[in-house]
C-alpha cells in the first residue's frame, strides 16, 4: 500500500549504534504500530499510538522507543542496537470507528552487525 | 491477553488441491478475526476477514469460517495457483475499541504448479 511509507527499506550497522526508523502515512489514519517479523515468530507488537499525544508499549518494547511527531508520522528508535534486533521492522496503521483492517508500510530489513 | 495457535507452519499442496489453515483463539471477546497474506518479499495484506456474528465469509477462492464456541476460525483457499504460495497469518482482535490485534505465527503455503 503506497499510503504508508518507511524509510530506510534496508539498514546495515553496528553494535551499539543509534539507530531511527520512520514512518509516514497519508492514509489520514489515527492508529499507527510498530511490528518487528522474525521468522518463524510472526509479527510481534513493539508500541503502538492512537493519537499524537499517547504512546502505549506493545509485547517486545524493551529496548526500542518511539516518537509521534505527527499524526502522519511515528519513528521507532533502537538507542544502542544489538544483533539480536536484527529483523523486518513493519509500521501499520488504522482507523478508529472504521473497519479494523491494518496496513502495513513495506518494510525496514535492519541488520545489527 | 489473547494467544493465537496457528497451524500448520508449512503447508505444501500441488497446484488446483484445496488448503486449509487454522487459527485457535483464547479470548471469548474476541471479535474480529482478518487474514493477510504475505508474498515474499513484499508487506502484509488483507486477504479476507470475519466478525463474529457471521459464521462464513467467501470471496473467489477463499473462504474464511469461525467456530465461536470452539474459539476457532479457518482458511481455505480452493483451486490454488502457484500465485497463491506466501506466507498467510490470521490474527485475533478483542472487542471493546482495543484494536490491538494478536497474530498467529504464520503458515508458509507452498504450491507446486
Known amino acids: 500500500d503506497a499510503d504508508v511509507t518507511q524509510t530506510p527499506r534496508n539498514r546495515i550497522t553496528k553494535t551499539g549504534k543509534r539507530i531511527m526508523l520512520e514512518c509516514s502515512q497519508t492514509?489520514?489514519?489515527?492508529?499507527m504500530y510498530w511490528y518487528r517479523q522474525d521468522p518463524g515468530l510472526g509479527l510481534r507488537l513493539i508500541y503502538y499510538?492512537?493519537?499524537?499525544?499517547?504512546?502505549n508499549k506493545g509485547e517486545i518494547s524493551d529496548g526500542y522507543s518511539v516518537s509521534r511527531q505527527a499524526q502522519a508520522k511515528f519513528s521507532l528508535s533502537l538507542e544502542s542496537a544489538i544483533p539480536n534486533q536484527t529483523a523486518l521492522y513493519f509500521c501499520?496503521?488504522?482507523?478508529?470507528?472504521?473497519?479494523?483492517?491494518?496496513?502495513f508500510g513495506p518494510g525496514t530489513r535492519l541488520t545489527v552487525l | 491477553g489473547e494467544n493465537v495457535e496457528q497451524h500448520p507452519s508449512t503447508l505444501s499442496v500441488q497446484e488446483g488441491d484445496s488448503a486449509v489453515i487454522k487459527c485457535t483463539y483464547s479470548?471469548?471477546?474476541?471479535?474480529?478475526f482478518p487474514w493477510y497474506k504475505q508474498e515474499l518479499g513484499k508487506r502484509p495484506q488483507l486477504i479476507i476477514d470475519?466478525?463474529?456474528?457471521?459464521g462464513e465469509k467467501k470471496d473467489q477462492r477463499i473462504a474464511v469460517t469461525l467456530n465461536k464456541t470452539a474459539k476457532h476460525f479457518s482458511l481455505h483457499i480452493t483451486e490454488t495457483q502457484p500465485e497463491d504460495s506466501a506466507v498467510y497469518f490470521c490474527?485475533?482482535?478483542?472487542?471493546?475499541?482495543?484494536?490491538?490485534?494478536?497474530f498467529g505465527r504464520g503458515t508458509s503455503l507452498i504450491v507446486h504448479p
Open positions: 501499520a496503521t488504522g482507523m478508529q470507528g472504521a473497519t479494523d483492517t491494518q496496513y
Open positions: 492514509k489520514g489514519h489515527d492508529r
Open positions: 499510538s492512537f493519537d499524537v499525544k499517547d504512546i
Open positions: 479470548d471469548s471477546a474476541s471479535n474480529y
Open positions: 470475519i466478525r463474529s456474528n457471521v
Open positions: 490474527a485475533a482482535l478483542p472487542g471493546g475499541g482495543s484494536y490491538i490485534p494478536t
